[in-house]
């Protein structure tokens, strides 16, 4: 078992930044890919960003691209997802997972085997 949980959101404004933080506990974090999704009302939980477990491997949504950052800090047991220039449409629950999947599987949703609790990030334009 791998317990996930998330923090650091929150209401910002259009072009305001976020970093959210994914603390792990229990089974060994450097042997996951971790993933952020996202979930906004009435729409169905999507792909953010994948990190392997190394690190060596990244994955962006192509709109996320320049503007999000995942990163991993294994001695910590901590996943970040550091969000720039962020917009209204942005506005969803972010959850992190973690995954045994290999590194080009990493955005299927399915693969993932646990989930954190989410945090709300809101977007005010």
């Known amino acids: 078992q791998v317990q996930l949980v998330e923090s650091g959101g929150g209401l910002v404004q259009a072009g305001g930044s976020l970093r959210l933080s994914c603390a792990a506990s229990?089974?060994?974090?450097?042997?996951?890919?971790m993933g952020w999704f996202r979930q906004a009302p009435g729409k169905e939980r999507e792909f953010v960003a994948a990190?392997?477990?190394?690190?060596?491997?990244?994955y962006y949504v192509d709109s996320m691209k320049g503007r999000f950052t995942i990163s991993r800090d294994n001695a910590k047991n901590t996943v970040y997802l550091q969000m720039n220039s962020l917009k209204p449409e942005d506005t969803a629950v972010y959850y992190c997972a973690a995954t045994s999947a290999p590194p080009d599987m990493m955005y299927a949703l399915r693969r993932y085997a646990y989930w954190g609790q989410g945090t709300q990030v809101t977007v005010s334009s």
């Open positions: 990190i392997s477990s190394n690190g060596g491997r990244i």
């Open positions: 229990g089974r060994t974090f450097s042997g996951y890919g």
